[in-house]
């Protein structure tokens, strides 16, 4: 199973980094993708890394201040977010793959985590 952390409250122009650990699994196996969702929204692919770095691949709405990184040893993917604007408002969600589908594909997924909420002020 994967389990996110690391949303939180912050004011614009803030940075969070969000944590998701996937475990029972052989985490070397999989991709690991990022989306979010916010309210009345289609869930949106933000950031993607494949199983060796440094393959990584970003949705056009966050190039340049989001930035996706692994830690084979700890089973764990990393979401660094910067310069956090109020449209960044959305739960969180990472997921892992194992097929050679686009990141962007959400039915290319095996198994997605809960969700961290991550919400800007303005």
């Known amino acids: 199973q994967l389990q996110a952390s690391g949303g939180g409250l912050v004011q614009a122009g803030g940075s969070l980094r969000l944590s998701c650990v996937l475990s029972g699994r052989t985490f070397s196996n999989y991709a690991m993708g990022w989306f979010r969702q916010a309210p009345g929204r289609e869930r949106e692919f933000v950031a993607g890394?494949?199983?060796?770095?440094?393959?990584?691949t970003y949705g056009d709405s966050v190039k340049g201040r989001f930035t996706i990184s692994r830690d084979n040893a700890k089973n764990t993917v990393h979401l660094q977010i910067n310069s956090l604007e109020p449209e960044d408002t959305a739960v969180y969600y990472c997921?892992?793959?194992?097929?050679?589908?686009?990141?962007?594909?959400?039915?290319?997924?095996?198994?997605w985590g809960q969700g961290t909420q991550v919400t800007v002020s303005s």
């Open positions: 890394i494949g199983r060796h770095i440094p393959s990584t």
């Open positions: 997921a892992a793959k194992s097929t050679f589908s686009s990141f962007a594909q959400k039915t290319g997924y095996d198994t």
